[in-house]
């Protein structure tokens, strides 16, 4: 048998491989005897014996992967190694390494010639630009064999098809630059080393993007965030290990300058020393579409690598800066680069994006706090506790709102409402109503005049929204509990005045158990702008309790039922008895939760006085 172009024939050393999951390492061995029977009489170096030998089983290895994978017939390796004697004047200083003389003369091992055959003449060999990637026992194919061999081909039979390939000793690549022995033979354990100039085909291989899937990732992972810091966290996660070795994020502050957020690197026992390299130098926030050649930094990740910054642009304004570095003298494809240029632009909007969150977060949460009081006062002889669980996700106030608050000489304030509707509209009129009942309570006005004037207040914003936006708009109608307390100092408890308007009644529990409700509930404020309001008035002895809620606790439903079906609230309320203001508002929040096995649909608000022997 005569291989192509090279002018062997009757290969040495032939071995049919079983075609199973062995024939890979069977062919591995084959290759590696052949070439130490040589080695061993040898005046070559033992460096270059040893570089042939690995080379050559890995491209062996891969072709037998191939043909097991594609052909699945009979496969059969035949390996020869190539040797020459040396000229007279080069054999006393390259003797053989025992220093003997060898059969013949001095010979030097000059290259190896493997060939792998299979019965299978009309299937496909799988190349570097097929769409056939590594995947579980799939060999990448000629593409290797392209980047180490001095040449190779293939030869196709009526009943056969063989692959060969020839490496001579001069083509072995040798480290280059600052690279050791050591650490170039690391690198080729783990890609495919090639000398400065060539392609490096096996990482550009693992970099390729059929269909978009690796952008399409990226998107998909990046979209839903709105922290801008897991945002530069997932951009390091997405680019290492597959497009670098490490990954750094820096993200601009409010004073323009920039701010290291995340460092991610392939080997996390590195993360701390790379952070304290870059962090002391930023690149630049700048408008660039290109990724910018950055310096190394240093022994932190490996003695030597290529960095690429690249900027976070989007709408015109750069937000931060993303930097890539890969360890070795290889240096990044223009596939690559413009990956990472579009995984940028990404991450740059998921910035912009979550900025703008936070920044409307900020401001929701800022106008919220205003619409309700920080915390309650202390009042004498009387003990004061609040439970408000806004029904709306990611808000802190909603509908339903309440107030204590000094009035001068003794004299205190409450009130407890709910607004129609549960939107943000609703929440604006909560603020509203709380600053006016301060306002109108601060001028002298009486409980009934308070209601009054509010009633008329809601009354006429309706009639405005209803002229302004037709029949459609919505009026807002306010259900409202509003009362004064003049505690008293000497024996303990308060002399109260309270209304209701459309409120559930207060209900007030005695030491006995008795529950009783205080007042009766009126029109609810905002429908009459004429109605008047009746004020009662009563005492809330020490030892005795008052209860307010909203509807979002006496409406709670399970199935058909409501809480205070039956008098339930009532009923929750008499268990509570010798307990203070604090724990009678949580045990009727949980008999509220309890209810029902569905979340709450409204808002929910209590609150809860609890008179008590002044002190001496």
């Known amino acids: 048998m005569r291989l192509p172009s090279v002018g062997l024939s009757d290969p040495a050393s032939r071995r049919a491989l079983p075609t199973s999951h062995l024939a890979p390492s ?23 014996t040893r570089r042939l030998t690995e080379d ?25 190694v190539e040797t020459r004697s040396l000229p007279p004047q080069d054999a006393a200083q390259r003797a053989a390494p025992d220093g003997g003389a060898t059969e013949g003369g001095p010979v030097e091992i000059v ?20 769409s056939a990637r590594r995947t579980g026992a799939r060999g990448l194919g000629l593409q290797m064999v392209g980047s180490l061999a001095e040449s190779w081909g293939v030869v196709y039979r009526r009943t056969e098809k063989i692959v060969w390939f020839r490496i001579a000793v001069s083509d072995v690549p040798k480290p280059s630059g600052a690279l050791s022995e050591a650490l170039h033979r690391e690198l080729a354990a783990a890609e495919i080393f090639s000398a400065p100039g060539q392609a490096d085909q096996r990482r550009t291989a693992a970099w390729t993007d059929p269909g978009g899937a690796f952008l399409a990732e990226a998107s998909e992972l990046l979209a839903g965030q709105l922290d801008e810091d897991m945002v530069a966290a997932l951009a390091g996660q997405l680019l290492v290990p597959r497009l ?15 701010r290291l957020s995340r460092v991610w690197h392939s080997d996390e026992r590195k993360v701390a020393a790379l952070r304290f390299a870059l962090e002391p130098d930023p690149p630049p926030a700048g408008l660039r579409t290109v990724g910018l050649p950055w310096p190394w930094p240093g022994e932190a990740s490996g003695r030597s690598g290529s960095a690429l910054a690249f900027s976070l642009v989007a709408g015109g304004s750069c937000v931060g800066s993303l930097v890539i570095g890969r360890s070795g003298p290889t240096e990044m494809t223009g596939f690559a680069a413009r990956t990472v240029e ?44 609040i439970v408000y669980e806004p029904h709306a996700m990611g808000q802190t106030v909603g509908g339903d709102f309440y107030d204590l608050f000094p009035m001068g000489r003794n004299r205190w304030s409450f009130l407890l409402g709910d607004v129609q509707g549960k939107d943000p509209e609703a929440m604006s009129v909560t603020g509203l109503t709380r600053h006016l009942v301060r306002l109108l309570a601060r001028e002298g006005h009486g409980v009934e005049s308070v209601l009054g004037k509010l009633n008329a207040a809601m009354a006429e914003e309706g009639a405005e929204a209803v002229a302004v936006g037709g029949e459609s708009a919505q009026p807002r109608f306010l259900s409202l509990i509003y009362g004064e307390l003049e505690p008293d100092e000497r024996a303990g408890g308060a002399h109260c005045t309270a209304a209701s308007a459309g ?25 009459d702008e004429g109605s008047d309001f009746t004020a009662y008035s009563f005492d809330l002895a020490p030892g005795q309790s008052l209860l307010c809620v ?6 709670r ?14 009923k929750i309320f008499a268990g509570c008895v010798g307990l203070g203001a604090a724990a009678v508002a949580e045990r009727v929040r949980q008999a509220t939760h309890a209810f029902g096995p569905e979340p709450l649909e409204d808002d929910l608000a209590i609150l809860v006085l609890h008179a008590v022997v002044a002190d001496s």
């Open 503 to 527: 409120h559930p009644p207060p209900l007030k529990l005695s030491v006995d158990g008795e529950v009783v409700p205080v007042l009766e509930s009126q029109l609810l404020l905002g429908i």
């Open 557 to 570: 439903r399970n199935g058909s039922r409501q809480l205070d079906d039956d008098d339930g609230l009532a």
């Open 56 to 80: 050559a089983e890995l491209l062996v290895s891969e072709l037998v992967t191939n043909a097991l994978v594609h052909a699945g017939t009979r496969i059969e390796v035949a390996c020869t």
């Open 244 to 258: 670098a070795d490490w990954c750094a994020v820096w993200l601009t502050t409010e004073t323009g300058g920039m």
């Open 26 to 48: 069977a062919a591995r061995a084959l290759v590696r005897s052949e070439i130490d029977k040589h080695g061993r009489s040898s005046a070559t170096p033992e460096s270059q």
């Open 342 to 385: 579009d995984v940028a632009r990404r991450v740059a909007q998921a910035v912009v994006t979550a900025r703008q969150y936070t920044r409307q977060t900020t401001i929701s949460s800022a106008l919220q706090r205003k619409q309700l009081p920080r915390s309650l006062p202390d009042l004498p002889g009387v003990e004061t506790a």
């Open 550 to 555: 909203t509807d979002g606790v006496t409406e």
């Open 111 to 130: 290259a190896v010639l493997v060939e792998v055959t299979d019965a299978q003449p009309s299937g496909r060999v799988v190349t570097g630009d097929s």
